[in-house]
Structure formats: structure tokens, C-alpha cells
Nanobody, 125 residues
């Protein structure tokens, strides 16, 4: 199983980015997929998760209303649209999945067994 996250970059506060997570050797359609992030010197933080069963979603309070997770199963890809970015969103973002159909909450992403190399998001003030 390989997950590839992409789409990170440098953006000014208030800007937007869309992260993509593409899988190989694994069909994302049947499983929950999520994102977590880690800022320098801080612990990992679950950001968002989307279920496979009904497409329901979970968001951390810190990103609710600004981030949107979605999936295009025919592309075997999950996205994280990030709007109204803040400097505190600066982190390396990782996508993750496991053999589960649903996330209980965003913290589920922290214990998922499959995770890709992250993509860096830097938000300037």
C-alpha cells in the first residue's frame, strides 16, 4: 500500500490550497481515509476523515467551516480543500487509511496503519 500526498505549498493567510491523496496497491473506495498534520515542535493532530460507507465526514474544531474533505473513488483519490488558511495551519499534512470503513472521529487518523509521506503547507501572516 502506498499513499501519496501532494498539493502543499506556500500561501498567504486567507488563501486556499487543495491537497490530494492518491493510493496505489489499495482501493480507497472501501475504506475510511483521513488527514492529520504535524506542526514543528507539536504533536500530531487529526484534521479530517471521510467514511466509505456513506461519505460522512469529521473535522477538527480548528478547521471546521474552512476545510472540506472529499473523495473521487474512480480516481482512487481523496482531497482536502483548505480555505481561509491561517498561519497556525502551517504543518506537514499526511493522509492515512486502514482496513476500516468508518472513522469514529478525527483522532482515528492517528492510529491508521497506512500513511503516506506528508506534504508541507506553509501559511504566512
Amino acid at each position: 500500500v502506498q499513499l501519496q500526498a501532494s498539493g502543499g505549498g506556500f500561501v498567504q493567510a486567507g488563501g486556499s490550497l487543495r491537497l490530494s491523496c492518491t493510493a496505489s496497491g489499495f482501493t480507497l473506495e472501501y475504506y475510511a481515509v483521513g488527514w492529520f498534520r504535524q506542526a514543528p515542535g507539536k504533536e500530531r493532530e487529526g484534521v479530517s476523515c471521510i467514511n466509505s460507507s456513506d461519505g460522512s465526514t469529521h473535522y477538527a474544531d480548528s478547521v471546521k467551516g474552512r476545510f472540506t474533505i472529499s473523495r473521487e473513488d474512480y480516481k482512487n483519490t481523496v482531497y482536502l480543500r483548505m480555505n481561509s488558511l491561517k498561519p497556525e495551519d502551517t504543518a506537514v499534512y499526511y493522509c492515512a487509511t486502514d482496513h476500516v470503513a468508518e472513522c469514529r472521529n478525527v483522532d482515528s487518523t492517528l492510529v491508521m496503519n497506512y500513511r503516506g509521506k506528508g506534504t508541507l503547507v506553509t501559511v504566512s501572516s
